[in-house]
């Protein structure tokens, strides 16, 4: 609720208008308090511009490729289909460009004043954008995260995930670096889209924190969907040549000469230029602004919420803080996120979707535990001729019969996981599962047909 008496400008002022800055803002303004959102670059932060939506949108092109093949066993025949990155790159544009005046409109609709420009801290309650200041009551910090590039020679030459999208040409070889979700996602769109694509990680399994299973049979699914995936090596340096195409040097001294170099080697808080000097916020070891349950930052009206506090880097993460942001301090109804059982889908391809614990976690929490797990060709594949296999994993606590770890990787898994998760958030046992009637034919109705637990 707005505070009638308040000396300040505004009740809430955010710095960042990503996911969930912009989340906070509206449902602060709903509940009556008057707030403004300063944001510096694109509306709808990462997500919007260079994150969730043009990655899917991309997703989605890459995997016509494979449709093209799929349709001829089903009786379909064309002329050879090319493919043009200029206009599926300025369809993009156009589509985030449309989605960057919607966020914009529905601030202003939600009575959210905008601000374009940097915010930073003058003092506590105040800050500065170009040479106005502002006053708040309270002041989120919402600014993300930012792509992170090792320091070796060369990496001025490497691309991040905030420049991939908009490449003047389109690459016939990429070079992906890095073994986490962006990686992944990556490898599989540029190899969707006809490059020759070489992914580097360096330890010996990507996908560190999947279940060992899940990560194993991705592997094997990616390889042999004709990406070059490399284990245990990473790149020592970058040249570039006379025809502009790259070297990347590897650790063990070999090259591989690639027109691309794709650095998706995890974020780091963006948290230059705010003025930090001025306000007493403090830090966790990893440089993320260290947070209570309520999102209050060492400095008590000032609050953080999204990427930058250190949990899981997810839109609908930072969705929910923003709700439960509002909800606490506008509307008297202290609300914290419960971090338990959150899903999450990875649009490397096939998709992985997982929700809950992985069976190396499971075993050191529970101890006795019951697995299910079964792989299979999807029937779609039959006909149209391709190997790709799906893999589905149930973990069950063996004293109480509850389902705590659910995993996919197929077609639609995150789709799939989805559904599943609200299953298991609502405590269901294998025994339920089992009641379930399937919906045939799909892919998901196997998970409620895993009768025998494997051995
Ligand atoms: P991640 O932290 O997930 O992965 C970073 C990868 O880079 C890891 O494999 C890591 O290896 C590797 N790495 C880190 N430092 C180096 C280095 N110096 N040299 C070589 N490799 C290195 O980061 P991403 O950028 O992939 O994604 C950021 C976050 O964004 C994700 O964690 C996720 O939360 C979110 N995201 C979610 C998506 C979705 O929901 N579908 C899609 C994209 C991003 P190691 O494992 O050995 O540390």
Redesign the pocket.
Known sequence: MKNENSEYDYDLFVIGAGSGGVRASRMSAAQGAKVAVAEDRYMGGTCVNV??VP?KLYVYASQFSNAFKDSQGFGWSAAKPTFEWSTLRDNKVAEISRLNGIYEDMLGGAGVEVIHGRARFVDKHTVAVGDKQYTAEKIIISTGTW?YI?DIPGRELAKTSNEIFDLKTFPERILV???????V?FAGIFNGLGSKTTQL???PL?L?GFDKDIREFVSKEIAESGIDLRFNT?IKAIEKQNDESLIAILEDGSKIETDAILY????KPHLQDLGFDNVDVELNENGTIKVDDYFQSSEPNIYALGDLTGG???TPVALAEGMAFAQTYFNDNPTTVDYNTIP????CQPNIGTCGLSEEQARDSFGDITVYESSFRAMKHTIGGRQERSYMKLIVDTATDRVIGIHMVGDDAGEIIQGMAIAMKAGATKATFDSTIGIHPTAAEEFVTMRSPRE
């Open positions: 994150g969730c990655k792509p090792p670096v890095g073994g986490g979700y962006v990686a996602e990680y360096r330890g990507f560190r990473n998706a080697t995890g974020r899981m880097e997810l999450t889908a990875v649009f």
